[in-house]
């Protein structure tokens, strides 16, 4: 069956730093696309950055300079490197995963089929 198990987050000071790891297997088709939503108490999801298999990437306004997605294919492995971590980022983080989408549509929720559990990163201040 497929899976996406998500690893990394926590707790950390503003200004700090973390690095989310999502393992995917089990996928008769390969994921072109993958992603990293996320998601605060009270608030709606929202995409964080998007990449496909080319390396293609597409960020939020919101991670754009602070974050970067990464993938390594024979890994089976999507990363988020997360810096400069403010409070604002507090959330569950999810990573998704889709046969394809358009470029636009890197980070609408709606396009991934797939998802994991999450993992939570809190950022104090």
């Known amino acids: 069956a497929e899976q996406l198990v998500e690893s990394g987050g926590g707790s950390v000071q503003a200004g700090g730093s973390l690095r989310l790891s999502c393992a995917y297997s089990?996928?008769?088709?390969?994921?072109?696309?993958m992603a990293w939503f996320r998601q605060a108490p009270g608030k709606e999801r929202e995409g964080v950055a998007g990449i496909a298999r080319d390396g293609a990437t597409r960020y939020a306004d919101s991670a754009k300079g602070r974050f970067t997605i990464s993938r390594n294919n024979a890994k089976n492995t999507l990363y988020l490197q997360m810096d400069n971590l403010t409070p604002e980022d507090t959330a569950m983080y999810y990573c998704a995963a889709a046969q394809w989408t358009t470029y636009s549509d890197l980070i609408r929720s709606n396009k991934y089929p797939f998802w994991g559990q999450g993992t939570q990163v809190t950022v104090s201040s």
């Open positions: 089990g996928f008769t088709y390969a994921m072109n696309v």
